[in-house]
């Protein structure tokens, strides 16, 4: 296993994982925006994803960088604009 050591590729990586929690859990995702509780609903799969991220980038990119926490933001966060939420 070749492990990411360029930030461009941790990042895509980062956003790959989180589009699939996205695609395969859309009605969790709904939820969680809607009741504001987006992590929590979501806590198993989020861990999963993010123990998958740290298995495949190098160590010094993971603690310079925060791809993952970014790729939340702008994948799951922004996509689930959408749903009806007292958040916004």
């Known amino acids: ?16 994982i989180l ?4 695609l395969y859990n859309q009605a969790k995702v709904k939820e969680g925006i809607e009741q504001d509780s987006l992590f929590n609903v979501l806590t198993e799969e989020l861990a999963e994803g993010k123990k998958y991220y740290e298995t ?20 799951l966060i ?6 009806k939420s007292e958040i916004w």
Do not use: C, Y
């Open 56 to 75: 495949m980038v190098d160590e010094g990119i993971r603690h310079s960088s925060n791809f993952f926490n970014e790729a939340i933001v702008d994948v």
């Open 19 to 22: 589009s699939d929690i996205l």
């Open 78 to 83: 922004k996509q689930g604009g959408k749903f």
């Open 1 to 16: 296993m070749r492990l990411i050591t360029k930030p461009d590729e941790a990042r895509r990586l980062a956003r790959t």
